[in-house]
C-alpha cells in the first residue's frame, strides 16, 4: 500500500518592503463652541499649534491644594471660529492627493462622547464635513479619466480584476437584469438632510494626476459594534414575521499582508452625490442613542472606505492595458469612533452599559497599542503589539506597519465638566505624536511613452477633421473613378459601318495604348510616391524605434539612479537611527551621571555633615575627659581625706577608751593602795565620771603595739590644713552688691585679691584664682553662706574660663535656750564640783573642724559635730 506524501503548506509571499523614511502622526485638534447652557470654560487657545487646559472650580489637581494649568501641543489647533473648509485642507486634503496617487491614508476622529467628532466628520447641510469634501476633491480631480462602470471588477480578496468593454457591457446588462428595481438611484433625488453639503465655489481638485490612466471608485460602509463588525450597505431581505438579524463579518489579510473585511459590499460610484448618497444609506443603519450627553450619542466606530483602482492605457493610448499586475489598488478610511464616555455621567443602564464598556475596551486598546510602538521606536525594544485584542487596532495595523499616513482629529468639549475625560484625551494625543510611521513607497513607473492619452486623442480629432474636409467616404469612391476615367484622353468613335474599315481600329488602338502609356505613368507616379511614402514611415519607424530605445535607457538609468536613490536614502535611514539609538544612550548616560552626581553630593554632605558630628563627639569627648579626670581627681582627694578624717576619729575613740581603762585602774589602784596604808590624808573626791580630755588631748596619735602613754597636762594643737588662699596667687573675689552684711566675727579674708561686683574678662585675665560669694537661706531658716572656689584656665582663643574646685560653707546659728558652760580642758574642776555634761560641752562639740571639698557627701557646714560611731548589737 502506497502511502500519499503530504503536501507542504506554500510559503507565503514576502511583505513589501517599506520605505525607510518616517513620518510622525500628525495630530490636530478641534475646539467646539462652548454650548448655551454653559458657563466655564477650562481650555484656551493660546496659539495656532497650543492649547492650554484649565482646571475648573472645586476641582484640585494638586496635593497641596493648588489649581494646575497644562498645555499641550499639536501639529495645529482649530478654534471654534475656524470653517469646515480650512480643517478640510489642513487635514484631509493631503490624504486625498495622496490616494489620487497611489497612496493608502487613515484618518480618524477621537475624543470624548459630545465633542463633535460626527460633526467634523460628516457635517450638515451648508457645512459639509472631511468625508463629503474628500469624495468632492477625488470626483472633480479624476472625473475625465474614469473608466465605464464594470471595467473594474473586485476578486472578494481584496483586489481588482480588469476586464474589456464588451465583458463590461455584458455584466452591466446582466446585473440590470438581475437587479430589476433601481428607480429610487435612477430618479436622481437625495435626501434633503445631505443636500448642498457642498458648494460649488469651494471645490478642489488635485494636481499631476496621471492623464494615461484608468480610475474607478468603489466605497463600503462598516461599523464595529461591540466588537463585532457589520456590513452597513448589506442588503438585508426584510421579514415581518421573524426579522433576521446582520451576520457579522469576519477579517483576513490579503496576499500583501493587508487587512480586510471579508464579504464585504463594495460599491462602484461614478459621482461624489452618488458616493454620498451610499454613505448616507448606510448611515441610517448606524447604531446610535439617546444618553444624558448626547442626543444622538454614536454607539459603534464607523469606518467608510474609499477604494481608488488605477489601470494604465495601452501603447496606443485608447483601451485599458488587460494586465492585472498593472492595476494599482489605494484606499483612503475615514473612521469615527465613538467617543469614550463614563456611565455615571450618561446614565446608562442595561445595554447601554455593555456598549460603553466595549467602546472604553476598545479605546483603551489602541492607547496601549499606540504606547507600545512609542516604546519600540524609542527604546530600541521589541514587544510585540496586541493589534489582535480588538477589531479596531486589528483592521488597522498595516497603517501602523507603513502602508499609508495616520492622522488624527482630537475634538474636545470646552465645558468644565468634561475636563477630566478631557486630560486623558490630551495626554493620549500627546504620546501618539510620538509615534512615527514609515513612509509609503511610490509606485513603480509603467514603461509606456507618457502622453498617449492626448496623442491619441489629438490623433482622432485631426482624423475627423480631415475626414469632414473630405467629405463622406463612402458615397466618393465613384466621383473619384469618373474623375480618374474623365482625366484619360478621350476614346474616338468605335462604330464600324464598313469590314474594310482600316481608320477606326487603329485609331482606337492608339487611343488605348496612349491611355495604357499614361495609366502607366500614373502607376510609376504612385509607386515612386509610396516608395517615397515607405521611406518616410520607415525613417518615422527607426527614428521612433530609437526613440524608444533612447526612452529604455533613459528609464534604466533612472531605475539605476533610483535604486542609488533608495540606497542612500536607507543609509541615511540606518545612520540616522544610529544617531538617535546613540542621542538615547547619551540621554541615558547622562541621566545616569546626572543621577550620579547627585548621589555624590548627596553623599559628600552627609559625609561632611558625619565629619561635623564626629569632630562635634570628640571634642565633647575630650572635655567629658576632662572632666572626668577632674572628678576623678576631687572624688580621690575627697576620699583620701574621709579616710584620714575616719582614721583620726577611730583613732581618738580608742584613745579616749584606752584613757578611761586607765583612770579606772589608777583609782582602783589608789582604793587599794589607800586601804593598805593607815593614816593616810583624806582621799579627793570621788568622781562619777572621768574627766573627758581636752581638744588638743584628744588629736589622734600613731597606732602602735605598745601601750599608750599617759596623756601630759600640756595642750597640743592640732595641724589644720592650710588654706590655698594664703597663698601666692592672686584671686579675684566676686561678691555681688545683693550680698548681706552678717556683721560675723568669722569673716572671709583673702589676701592679695582683686574684689569685683561683676567678673569682667580684664579682671580675669590678670588673677590665677576665682572666688564668689554666694548667700542663701538653710533648711532651718537661717542664712547660708558658700564660698565658691575655682581656677582660671586660659582658652586657645585668648579668653579665659573658670573651672570650679570645692565649696566653703559659712553658718551662724543663733540659740534661743541657755548654752552649756564651757569648761576648760587645761585645769581641774573648781571646789571639787564635778559635772556630769563635760562630754557635751561647746569645746567638745566644736573640736574638729572639717574643710569640705565640691561632691562631698557630707552635709554643709564650716563645724563638724564629732560624734562617735555606735557600735553594732
Not at 831 to 844: H, S
Request: hydrophobic content about 30%; charged content about 30%; overall charge positive.
Amino acid at each position: 500500500m502506497i502511502r500519499q506524501a503530504k503536501g507542504k503548506t506554500p510559503r507565503r509571499p514576502p511583505k513589501k518592503p517599506s520605505s525607510n523614511q518616517k513620518d510622525p502622526v500628525g495630530v490636530y485638534c478641534r475646539v467646539r463652541p462652548l454650548g448655551a447652557g454653559d458657563e466655564e470654560c477650562c481650555i484656551e487657545v493660546i496659539s495656532s499649534s497650543t492649547i492650554q487646559l484649565h482646571a475648573p472650580e472645586g476641582f484640585k489637581t494638586n496635593r497641596n491644594g493648588e489649581y494646575k494649568e497644562t498645555q499641550y501641543s499639536f501639529k495645529k489647533v482649530f478654534g471654534v471660529s475656524v470653517s469646515q473648509i480650512e480643517l478640510f485642507e489642513h487635514v484631509a486634503k493631503p490624504l486625498v492627493d495622496d490616494l489620487l496617487h497611489g497612496k493608502n491614508g487613515l484618518l480618524f476622529t477621537y475624543g470624548v462622547t459630545g465633542s463633535g467628532k460626527t460633526f467634523t466628520m460628516t457635517g450638515s447641510p451648508g457645512q459639509g464635513g472631511l468625508l463629503p469634501r474628500s469624495l468632492n476633491m477625488i470626483f472633480k480631480s479624476i472625473g475625465p479619466y474614469q473608466a465605464k462602470r464594470y471595467v473594474f471588477k473586485t476578486d472578494d480578496k481584496n483586489g481588482m480584476e480588469v476586464q474589456n468593454e464588451v465583458d463590461a457591457l455584458l455584466e452591466r446588462q446582466r446585473r440590470e437584469n438581475n437587479l430589476p428595481v433601481q428607480k429610487t438611484s435612477s430618479r436622481q433625488k437625495f435626501d434633503p438632510e445631505i443636500a448642498d453639503m457642498i458648494k460649488q465655489e469651494e471645490d478642489f481638485e488635485a494636481d499631476g494626476i496621471d492623464e494615461d490612466s484608468s480610475y474607478s471608485i468603489f466605497v463600503s460602509y462598516i461599523e464595529i459594534y461591540n466588537n463585532y463588525i457589520y456590513d452597513l450597505l448589506e442588503e438585508n431581505q426584510e421579514d415581518a414575521i421573524k426579522p433576521k438579524p446582520p451576520q457579522s463579518k469576519i477579517l483576513r489579510e490579503d496576499h500583501n499582508h493587508n487587512m480586510y473585511v471579508a464579504g464585504c459590499m463594495e460599491v462602484e460610484v461614478k459621482s461624489a452625490e452618488e458616493a454620498f448618497q451610499v454613505f448616507w444609506k448606510g448611515q441610517k443603519k448606524r447604531k446610535v442613542a439617546n444618553t444624558r450627553l448626547n442626543r444622538e450619542s454614536s454607539r459603534s466606530h464607523s469606518v467608510f472606505i474609499i477604494k481608488l483602482a488605477q489601470a494604465p492605457l495601452d501603447a496606443d493610448g485608447d483601451n485599458i492595458l488587460q494586465d492585472k499586475n498593472q492595476v494599482s489598488v489605494s484606499q483612503l478610511c475615514l473612521v469615527d469612533l465613538a467617543g469614550s464616555e463614563r456611565t455615571g455621567r450618561t446614565g446608562a443602564e442595561g445595554t447601554r452599559i455593555r456598549e460603553a464598556g466595549n467602546i472604553n475596551q476598545s479605546l483603551l486598546n489602541l492607547r496601549t497599542c499606540i504606547e507600545i510602538l512609542r516604546e519600540n521606536q524609542m527604546c530600541g525594544t521589541n514587544r510585540m503589539v496586541p493589534y489582535r485584542d480588538s477589531k479596531v487596532t486589528h483592521l488597522f495595523k498595516n497603517y501602523f506597519d507603513g502602508e499609508g499616513k495616520v492622522r488624527m482629529v482630537v475634538c474636545v468639549n470646552p465645558k468644565a465638566d468634561d475636563y477630566e475625560e478631557t486630560l486623558l484625551v490630551m495626554r493620549f494625543a500627546e504620546m501618539t505624536q510620538e509615534v512615527e510611521v514609515a513612509r509609503p513607497v511610490d509606485r513603480p513607473i509603467c514603461g509606456f511613452t507618457p502622453g498617449r492619452r492626448q496623442r491619441n486623442q489629438a490623433f482622432k480629432e485631426e482624423l475627423t477633421r480631415k475626414l469632414e474636409e473630405r467629405g463622406p467616404t463612402g458615397r466618393d469612391v465613384p466621383t473619384i473613378i469618373s474623375h480618374l476615367v474623365h482625366s484619360l484622353p478621350p476614346l474616338p468613335s468605335c462604330e464600324l459601318t464598313d469590314p474594310h474599315d482600316d481608320i477606326t481600329l487603329p485609331r482606337l488602338i492608339e487611343s488605348l495604348q496612349n491611355r495604357q502609356r499614361i495609366r502607366q505613368i500614373m502607376i510609376d507616379e504612385y509607386n515612386q510616391t509610396a516608395n517615397t511614402m515607405r521611406t518616410m514611415l520607415q525613417e518615422l519607424d527607426s527614428n521612433l524605434i530609437s526613440n524608444d530605445n533612447f526612452i529604455h535607457e533613459q528609464n534604466g538609468k533612472l531605475m539605476e539612479k533610483d535604486k542609488i536613490i533608495q540606497n542612500n536614502k536607507a543609509e541615511i535611514e540606518r545612520l540616522e537611527k544610529r544617531t538617535k539609538m546613540q542621542e538615547h544612550k547619551i540621554d541615558i548616560l547622562q541621566k545616569t551621571t546626572k543621577i550620579y552626581e547627585d548621589d555624590k553630593r548627596l553623599l559628600q554632605q552627609e559625609l561632611g555633615t558625619r565629619d561635623q558630628r564626629l569632630h562635634k563627639e570628640q571634642s565633647e569627648k575630650r572635655r567629658m575627659e576632662q572632666r572626668m579626670h577632674g572628678v576623678v581627681s576631687d572624688t580621690q582627694h575627697k576620699w583620701e581625706k574621709e579616710c584620714d578624717r575616719r582614721v583620726n576619729a577611730m583613732q581618738l575613740q580608742m584613745q579616749n577608751k584606752l584613757w578611761v581603762k586607765d583612770e579606772k585602774l589608777k583609782q582602783l589602784k589608789a582604793i587599794v593602795t589607800e586601804s593598805k596604808t593607815p593614816g593616810r590624808p583624806d582621799p579627793p573626791p570621788r568622781q562619777t565620771q572621768p574627766q573627758r580630755p581636752s581638744r588638743e588631748e584628744r588629736l589622734p596619735a600613731k597606732r602602735s603595739a605598745s601601750p599608750s602613754p599617759v596623756p601630759t597636762t600640756t595642750p597640743v594643737r592640732p595641724l589644720h590644713r592650710r588654706s590655698r588662699s594664703a597663698g601666692g596667687e592672686k584671686w579675684v573675689d566676686h561678691k555681688p552688691s545683693s550680698s548681706l552684711d552678717l556683721g560675723t566675727v568669722l569673716q572671709p579674708v583673702i589676701p592679695n585679691a582683686i574684689q569685683v561686683s561683676a567678673p569682667s574678662e580684664k579682671a580675669l585675665s590678670k588673677c590665677d584664682r576665682y572666688v564668689l560669694t554666694h548667700q542663701e537661706v538653710a533648711s532651718d531658716g537661717e542664712i547660708e553662706t558658700k564660698l565658691i572656689k575655682g581656677e582660671v584656665i586660659r582658652t586657645r582663643g585668648g579668653g579665659q574660663s573658670v573651672q570650679f574646685t570645692d565649696i566653703e560653707t559659712l553658718k551662724q546659728e543663733l540659740t534661743t535656750v541657755p548654752g552649756r558652760k564651757r569648761k576648760s580642758s587645761e585645769g581641774k574642776p573648781a571646789n571639787g564640783a564635778p559635772t556630769d555634761g563635760a562630754w557635751t560641752d561647746v569645746e567638745t562639740r566644736c573640736s574638729v573642724a572639717v574643710e569640705m571639698k565640691a561632691g562631698s557627701k557630707m552635709g554643709p557646714g564650716y563645724e563638724h559635730h564629732g560624734i562617735t560611731k555606735r557600735r553594732k548589737p
